[in-house]
C-alpha cells in the first residue's frame, strides 16, 4: 500500500516567499501555519487587517520563529488588488508560491467594488488579476508556482457567458459553481500560456473535500436561514473533515516534488470528499479550450489585467 502523503510529507521551504489569499482562516490560515512551520517566508493575505493579525498572532504563538507578514488584500475590489501587487513587486526579489486561496460560497447575490457578481468576482476575477499582476514576480523565481483551489462543486458548473454576473438569473449555488469551474478553466488556460511562452513556472489546482471552514456558515448567516445553518452543522459534523485536512490538496498542490503543470489534486476517499491528497481528473468541461478562450478574454477585458508575458 502507498503511503499516504501528510503534512509531514511538505519539503523544507527555508529561504523561499509564499502568498496565500485568505490566510486568515480556514484552509488558508492551515496552509500558511504548514508552511510557516516548514521555514517558508509566509505572506498571509486577508481583507481584515484585524483578522489578519489575529491569524499571524495565533501562528507565532505555536512557532515564533515564523517569517510571518499581514498583506491587506481585497479581493472585492480590483484597485486593491493592484495596489496590493504593485507593492509586492517593488517590495520582493522573488516569489516562489501563489496560492489563490480566499473564496466566498453560496452567498446572496451582491456585486463587487467593480459592479461583478461578488462569487464570479471574488473567486475567479480577483485572483486572475491578482495572478497577472505578480506574474512578472513569479516569472523571475526558479520553479515556482500558482495554485488555484477551486472545488467539487465544479462538477455542477457551467460558464453561463451571456449572463456571467447573474444579472437576469440568480443561483447562489450555481454561481459558486460556475466560480469554481472558472479556477479550473483558467488553471489549464495559464498553464497552456506558460507552456509556450514562458519556462520555470507552473499553474495548477487543488480541492479541499468536503472540509469544516466558516464558508458554509457564512452563506446560511447571510440568508438568514436558520434551516439550512443547522443543515449544514450537522453535514459538518457527519461528513467532513478538518480544514487542516483539507488544507493538504493545496499544500501538496504547492510543494510535492512530483507535481506537474495543470494537475489538479483533491482528497483520496469516497467521492473526494475527504482523505489524503492525490492527483484526480477534473469533470471534462474543465478541460474546454474554447470555454477557456473565452473566460480568458472575458477576464482580461473585465478586469484590464493583460498578461503581458504570455503574449507571443
Given amino acids: 500500500m502507498t503511503q499516504k502523503w501528510t503534512s509531514a510529507d511538505i519539503p523544507d521551504q527555508t529561504g523561499r516567499t509564499v502568498l496565500v489569499t485568505g490566510g486568515n482562516s ?41 517569517q510571518l507578514e499581514v498583506i491587506s488584500l481585497d479581493l472585492a475590489d480590483l484597485e486593491s488588488v493592484r495596489h496590493c501587487a504593485a507593492s509586492l513587486r517593488t517590495d520582493l526579489d522573488s516569489l516562489h508560491i501563489l496560492v489563490n486561496n480566499a473564496g466566498v460560497m453560496a452567498i446572496p447575490r451582491q456585486e463587487t467594488a467593480q ?29 515556482s508556482r500558482i495554485v488555484n483551489v477551486s472545488s467539487m462543486a465544479h462538477r455542477n458548473g457551467r460558464m453561463n457567458f451571456s449572463d456571467l454576473h447573474g444579472q437576469r438569473k440568480y443561483s447562489p449555488f450555481g454561481a459558486y459553481s460556475q466560480s469554481k469551474l472558472a479556477n479550473l478553466l483558467f488553471t489549464l488556460e495559464l498553464q497552456r500560456g506558460l507552456e509556450s511562452n514562458c519556462d520555470g513556472t507552473m499553474c495548477v489546482s487543488a480541492h479541499p473535500g468536503f472540509s469544516a471552514t466558516n464558508l458554509q456558515y457564512v452563506a446560511a448567516k447571510e440568508k438568514g436561514s436558520a434551516v439550512e445553518l443547522i443543515l449544514m452543522r ?79
Fill in 26 to 66: 480556514g484552509l488558508g490560515f492551515h496552509t500558511c501555519r504548514l508552511l510557516a512551520e516548514k521555514g517558508a517566508r509566509v505572506l498571509l493575505a486577508s481583507r481584515s487587517s484585524q483578522r489578519g493579525d489575529q491569524a499571524r498572532t495565533e501562528i507565532l504563538q505555536a512557532f515564533p520563529d515564523a
Fill in 115 to 143: 459592479g461583478f457578481e461578488r462569487q464570479f468576482g471574488v473567486n475567479h476575477l480577483g485572483h486572475f488579476a491578482l495572478t497577472g499582476a505578480l506574474l512578472p514576480l513569479l516569472l523571475k523565481t526558479p520553479a
Fill in 234 to 312: 450537522i453535514l459538518n459534523a457527519l461528513l467532513s473533515q478538518s480544514a487542516e485536512q483539507g488544507a493538504l490538496p493545496q499544500l501538496y498542490a504547492a510543494t510535492a516534488h512530483d507535481v506537474s503543470g495543470g494537475d489538479y489534486t483533491g482528497p483520496d476517499g469516497w467521492m473526494q470528499m475527504r482523505g489524503s491528497p492525490v492527483k484526480h481528473r477534473a469533470k471534462e468541461t474543465a478541460y474546454d479550450t474554447v470555454a477557456a478562450q473565452e473566460l480568458w478574454r472575458l477576464s482580461v477585458e473585465l478586469t484590464g489585467e493583460p498578461f503581458e508575458q504570455l503574449q507571443d
